[in-house]
């Protein structure tokens, strides 16, 4: 597609249940971020790939929290036994190789934990 | 670590009015700049950006100029349209390190007719 595409766009989910929340980044665009973006705050930096080299997992906040890309294509951000402070809009974005293109966002997941 | 302060909103401003909103960093290398804007109900959008110093960004009217010598981006618009209305993220991606997005924290922008 034309730019970047999340999946799904809001899921409200149980405490203590796991989620699966995926990015189609645009095609050809080596490089993927997710983001998280808590009311009202600025971006938190989860997790970064760029094509083979091994992902920059620095900003996941605690081990309930994964994600895997295949190859250059889609990727999934799995959160393992929610917690309430997990709610947040989770945002993903792509960029050529390098960054100083610029990032594309996608719209974002909005993620409520009741 | 490096670092982005922008200032702090909401920002009101009436229609046609000058608009500047603050930007300064703090980094080792030589980051590239970046202002983003999400207006509401949309996801956040590249609205320009500067890859060395001197550089200027520009687009749809806003204006920035990366700084180097006071660590500063400042985005700018000479007349300001109720359409503005967004909030406007100051980020720099950080060549030595993975070229990660550090972000401030948003700066809230209301234009009123």
């Known amino acids: 597609g034309a730019g970047v595409s999340q999946s799904p766009s809001n899921k409200v989910t149980e405490k203590g249940k796991d989620v699966e929340l995926r990015c189609d980044p645009i095609?050809?665009?080596?490089?993927l971020y997710w983001y998280r973006q808590r009311l009202g705050q600025g971006l938190e930096f989860l997790i970064y790939?760029?094509?083979?080299?091994?992902?920059?997992k620095s900003g996941l906040p605690s081990d309930r929290f994964s994600a895997e890309r295949t190859g250059e294509s889609v990727s999934t951000l799995t959160i393992q036994r929610t917690q309430q402070e997990d709610s947040a809009v989770y945002l993903c974005?792509?960029?050529?190789?390098?960054?100083?293109?610029?990032?594309?966002f996608g719209s974002g997941t909005r993620l409520t934990v009741v | 670590g490096d670092s982005v302060t922008q200032m702090e909103g909401p920002v009101t401003l009436s229609e046609e009015a000058f608009l500047t909103i603050n930007c300064t960093y703090t980094?080792?290398?030589?980051?590239?700049l970046f202002w983003y804007v999400q207006y509401p109900g949309e996801g956040l959008q590249l609205l320009l950006k500067?890859?060395?110093a001197d550089d200027k960004g520009s687009n749809k009217g806003f204006e920035a100029t990366y700084r180097k010598e006071t660590t500063s981006f400042h985005l700018e618009k000479g007349s300001v349209q109720v359409s503005d209305s967004a909030v406007y993220f100051c980020?720099?991606?950080?060549?030595?390190?993975?070229?990660?997005?550090?972000w401030g924290l948003g700066t809230s922008l209301a234009v009123n007719p």
């Open positions: 980094a080792t290398g030589y980051p590239s």
């Open positions: 790939f760029q094509g083979n080299s091994a992902p920059d």
């Open positions: 980020a720099l991606s950080d060549a030595g390190n993975n070229r990660k997005l550090i």
């Open positions: 500067a890859t060395k």
């Open positions: 974005a792509s960029s050529l190789a390098g960054g100083n293109y610029g990032y594309t």
């Open positions: 095609s050809g665009h080596t490089a």
